[in-house]
Structure formats: structure tokens, C-alpha cells
């Protein structure tokens, strides 16, 4: 992995309860699996940044020319077979405001607050609007 070495982390505010979450890599692959209980759940995302910027990582996943995103993955997709829930959360980065990402690039850890649940009640997926914007990680 080339570029410079960043960590983004993504906060579900308040996930479905029982239900395993998971990032996912660029084969489709769980990594990190965790149950969430009654509180938030965080993932933090290693990925590197090379200029343009270019977002590159095991991680970082691509939609055309520009758009770069991060998928978290629900139920039987973060390798709980036993689930009733199949869902991925798509979180895109591309749009890392250029003031942040500096910092990112100093060390600092990026964070963003996502919804838990969709509108159906289930795990939030597809494009998940974050609930506020990215923001220096306390």
C-alpha cells in the first residue's frame, strides 16, 4: 500500500441489538466481527492517502472515477450465518473535507457518527447518510 497512513473511524450511534457488524475487505471479507449490545459500536479503518488524493487500502473500495467508499457489513454478510439480516452499510470518504484529511495526515483520527437503523427498523445499509459530519475523533 502506497501513500501516507490515516485512520478513520466510523461510529454507528445506535445499532440493532444482537446483531453482528463487521468491516468488510475488498474480497468480501469479515474482519473484526462484533455483537453490538445497547451502545454505540466504532470501527476504526486504517487506509492510506496518496496524492489527488487517492484513497488506497484493504479497505477502500471504488464506484467510477472518483467515488471511494468503506462498507460495513450486517448479519449473515459479517459472517453470522445464523442471522436473519443480509445488509451492508456503504460509508463514503471521498468527500473527506481537505482541512480534515490534513490533519488525518498529521495523526489525527477522523470520525463520523452514522445511524444504526433504517427505516424498516432493521440495521441501517446501502448509503448511509452520516448523522454529522467527519470530525476529529476525541
Avoid at 453490538?36 to 487500502?57: E, I, K, M, N
Avoid at 453470522?80 to 490533519?103: C, M, N, Q, V
Avoid at 495526515?105 to 427498523?121: F, K
Wanted: aromatic share 6%; charged share 20%; hydrophobic share 40%.
Amino acid at each position: 500500500m502506497t501513500g501516507r497512513p490515516i485512520t478513520l473511524r466510523l461510529r454507528i450511534q445506535d445499532p440493532v441489538p444482537g446483531v453482528t457488524y463487521s468491516l468488510q475487505d475488498k474480497k468480501n471479507h469479515p474482519v473484526g466481527p462484533v455483537v453490538s449490545g445497547d451502545g454505540p459500536l466504532a470501527f476504526d479503518v486504517p487506509l492510506s492517502v496518496a496524492p489527488g488524493p487517492r484513497f488506497l487500502g484493504e479497505f477502500v473500495r471504488s464506484e467510477g472515477p472518483t467515488r471511494r467508499f468503506v462498507y460495513i457489513a450486517i448479519g449473515t454478510s459479517a459472517g453470522d450465518y445464523g442471522s436473519t439480516w443480509t445488509r451492508r452499510a456503504k460509508i463514503d470518504i471521498h468527500t473527506l473535507p481537505a482541512e480534515l484529511l490534513a490533519l488525518a495526515l498529521e495523526g489525527a483520527v477522523l470520525e463520523v457518527l452514522l445511524p444504526g437503523r433504517a427505516r424498516d427498523g432493521g440495521p441501517a445499509c446501502a448509503t448511509v447518510v452520516p448523522l454529522e459530519g467527519w470530525r476529529l475523533a476525541d
